[in-house]
């Protein structure tokens, strides 16, 4: 979805680097979250924002921090990577009254972090 | 605790058969849920969602079939083609109300074979 973009799409750095991914939105969304994504383990929730002044963790915070800039962007950081960090990593956006509801959640393409 | 599952990890169909995806949930409370589809290297896309109080919603070639009796999901495609091919995950929403996180289900992979 293009109203849901995040960069890099791909980066690849090692062991102790600090990373941070970007999330912008143009739907006008006030909720967004940052989830990862591993081989048979589904999408797991890293942190959510309700609003710009709103900071939750999911269930798989360790690790990483973020920082709501705006009501359009949602910054992850993993502050020193590890390779176990090694993942797909979606952002999405909820909220709003257009769509398919105000629950549906939208996701960004993804970025593919490989941590050697 | 309370979780989302797929009863099957893959499925594989003819091109122009119809195919069901169903999912399992555990969460009583839940009140909302939503189908996915996630084709290779792209985020999910929203296919169609339903509320529960409603047991049946249709979209263009897809059906969402809601069983709360039971706590099961069912995502019916109608025609399937090979643009169906993708992984297809079931979602429900916790709380239903304030909340807005969702619970993901591990996916299951649809292949339609031409």
């Known amino acids: 979805d293009a109203d849901v973009t995040q960069t890099p799409r791909n980066r690849i750095t090692k062991t102790g680097k600090r990373i941070m991914l970007e999330c912008s939105q143009t739907k006008g969304h006030d909720r967004m979250y940052w989830y990862r994504q591993d081989p048979g383990l589904g999408l797991r929730l890293i942190y959510y924002s309700f609003d710009v002044k709103d900071i939750n963790k999911g269930e798989i915070s360790d690790g990483y921090s973020v920082s709501r800039q705006a009501q359009a962007k949602f910054s992850l950081s993993l502050e020193s990577a590890i390779p176990n960090q090694t993942a797909l990593y979606f952002c999405?956006?909820?909220?709003?009254?257009?769509?398919?509801?105000?629950?549906?959640?939208?996701f960004g393409p993804g970025t593919r972090l490989t941590v050697l | 605790g309370e979780s989302v599952g797929l009863h099957l990890p893959t499925l594989s169909v003819q091109e122009g058969d119809n195919s069901i995806i169903n999912c399992a949930y555990s969460n009583s409370a839940s009140d909302y849920f939503i189908w996915y589809k996630q084709e290779s290297g792209k985020g999910p896309q929203f296919i169609i969602d339903i509320r529960s109080n409603m047991d049946k919603r249709q979209g263009q070639r897809v059906t969402v079939l809601l069983n709360k009796t039971v706590k099961h999901l069912s995502l019916q495609i109608a025609a399937t083609q090979p643009g169906d091919s993708a992984v297809y995950f079931c979602a429900e929403n916790e709380n239903g109300g304030s909340n807005y996180k969702l619970t993901f289900g591990k996916g299951t992979l649809l292949t339609v074979n031409p």
């Open positions: 999405a956006t909820t909220g709003g009254t257009s769509g398919a509801g105000t629950d549906t959640q939208y």
